[in-house]
């Protein structure tokens, strides 16, 4: 549990999200080529129901895992820990087969209640089993990442993803012929059987880690005895090698996991809200059926999953922070937990700038080199894409603080601020839907109204809990500079070069895709070199990472020590 342990759990589960995120850029990008922004509309159904059924049943048991796990860890308790993961495989389940159940048979009760939308009850079915199979894997990375080591999530997400998208786009060009109802389904098929390979993936790794996992137990349980038997001696109690009850671990997993459930859900309810909004009250102000489904096909299908891709990377800062803060507040470490919560923070805003700030700069001209031959949805989604990225910012803030306030035991405090920030965005949301001339952007404009509510109120109850000081110029000033210089850039040389290469050989490749896949590639040239020419990463924090003393090594001197 060393002070290299947060970042290099973090560069591991963000290098796992990257390509992550690639395929499921492979998936989705095909997709909606495939079956267009009707058949979007149905799969994204499916799939919000999906997301807002595991959100209920499994977002808050890893991260009471994980930090039950962390704080037995800390103490040289590791048959507890591991007590811990064996109660709560049993009632990962429990939960999960109660939630495939509901949601296989209950799919057209579901989707009743949202207009134009009951062509994805297959797809709701289909997606079904991942809800039982998921919080058995859940259970398992809960464990691994309590102990600080990351590699075995890692694997097991890339396994999960690779056969997810494999098994989704073959499944949906095989059943294309028969509608896009049977070809959505197909394609939400590809998370039932993606999480079948990933949860052998970490049960396989778990079972060659048995032999050294019992190693450890068996040492610690030395150690404790040897601490019992001299506290006994002394008068005290040598409790050290008793084993916890389940009910006692139960209680302590609800305590955690409950708030952060509850947390969860909002951000799947505030789906909800996009999808019952839309569809409502478009439909009330005169839009025809098919308009109200190709929009929302267009914002929740093309322009959200884009707003997702940085999130894998803050959430990977987020879930080691846990662990690490948790085990630094247990030990009553202050100075360290200090100093993880600041370099947590800056990483997740350095992180999500560049996110924001190129996608606001080329939001059409993404959209439209992702979706060539659905030229007419990207367009339509691009102003949606441009006001959603805004939020990133925020909602980098948001994830990164949230872990930090679970690692100290505030579980209820980000679900408060969450819920603050929702009602926010409902208000926005109703009023603005009904405005002719935003209409969908109203959806867009409350959710980064959420993002920006919430993250300020996290900020401010991680300073009042933790103590904690940022130094607004090394956390924010820096790294907006950088951003700021970056998008402009971008803009400027995407219009350059379009201009120059529009009459060249080549036609549209040369003329606009090249643009914009090379503005992007001289962004993060010139983002990463702002970075560290301001200092807003130190040698010694780049030191922290993998091979980070090799990285040292071939950068020049100017970066700050």
Request: net charge positive; glycine share 12%.
């Amino acid at each position: 549990m060393g002070q290299t342990t947060f970042m290099k759990g973090a560069v591991v589960l963000a290098a796992a999200g990257a390509v992550i995120k690639a395929l499921g850029a492979v998936f989705r990008i095909p997709l909606g080529n495939m079956i267009g922004d009707g058949g979007m509309g149905y799969y994204q159904a499916a799939y919000t129901i999906y997301v807002m059924f595991l959100t209920l049943s499994n977002s808050g048991l890893p991260v009471s895992i994980s930090r039950l796990v962390s704080e037995r860890v800390a103490v040289g308790n590791r048959r507890g820990a591991h007590r811990v993961f064996k109660v709560s495989f049993i009632l990962m389940g429990f939960i999960g087969t109660v939630s495939f159940l509901v949601c296989f048979f209950g799919a057209d009760a579901l989707l009743s209640r949202f207009p134009n939308m009951g062509g994805a009850a297959m797809a709701v079915r289909a997606i079904a089993p991942a809800l039982l199979i998921v919080p058995l894997m859940a259970s398992f990375r809960g464990y691994f990442q309590g102990m600080q080591n990351m590699k075995p999530t890692a694997n097991s997400q890339i396994t999960e993803q690779f056969f997810r998208v494999a098994s989704g786009l073959s499944l949906a060009y095989l059943f294309l012929p028969s509608g896009l109802e049977a070809a959505s389904a197909g394609a939400a098929s590809g998370a039932s059987v993606g999480a079948a390979f990933g949860l052998l993936a970490v049960a396989l790794i778990y079972a060659l880690s048995r032999k050294s996992l019992k190693a450890a137990m068996g040492r610690a349980d030395g150690r404790l005895g040897e601490e019992g038997a001299g506290a006994s001696q002394a008068g005290g109690s040598a409790g050290g090698l008793q084993e916890e009850p389940t009910r006692g671990i139960l209680l302590g997993i609800f305590l955690i996991a409950v708030p952060i459930t509850v947390g969860a859900a909002i951000m799947p309810i505030m789906n909800f809200i996009d999808l019952a909004f839309i569809t409502n009250r478009l439909s009330a102000i005169g839009w025809a059926a098919a308009d109200v489904k190709d929009v929302y096909g267009q914002f929740t299908g093309f322009a959200n999953p884009l707003i997702n891709l940085p999130q894998i990377l803050t959430q990977a800062v987020a879930m080691s922070l846990v662990p690490a803060v948790a085990a630094a507040y247990k030990r009553g470490d202050v100075e360290f937990m200090r100093h993880n919560i600041q370099l947590g923070l800056r990483t997740a805003v350095i992180i999500g700038l560049p996110c924001a700030f190129g996608i606001m700069a080329l939001s059409e001209q993404i959209l439209l080199v992702l979706y060539p031959s659905k030229q007419g949805a990207a367009m339509g989604a691009a102003p949606f894409l441009f006001i959603l990225a805004f939020g990133i910012i925020f909602l980098s803030m948001v994830q990164t603080l949230t872990g930090v306030l679970q690692g100290v035991g505030r579980q209820m405090t980000p679900v408060r601020n969450l819920f603050i920030g929702a009602g926010a965005k409902i208000l926005v949301t109703w009023v603005l839907l009904a405005v002719p001339a935003i209409n969908v952007k109203g959806a867009a404009l409350g959710t980064v109204t959420a993002y920006i509510v919430a993250s300020m109120l996290n900020l401010a109850a991680v300073s009042k809990h933790t103590g904690t000081r940022f130094d607004i110029k090394l956390t924010f000033g820096k790294p907006v500079m950088a951003a700021a210089v970056m998008g402009a850039s971008v803009w400027l040389l995407f219009r350059g070069l379009s201009a120059l290469l529009s009459h060249a050989p080549g036609g549209r490749l040369t003329g606009f895709i090249t643009p914009t896949l090379v503005s992007i590639g001289v962004g993060a040239v010139i983002y990463a070199f702002m970075i560290l020419a301001c200092g807003a990463i130190t040698r010694e924090e780049l030191s922290q990472l993998p091979h980070g003393r090799k990285l040292l090594k071939l950068l020049p001197g100017f970066i700050k020590k």
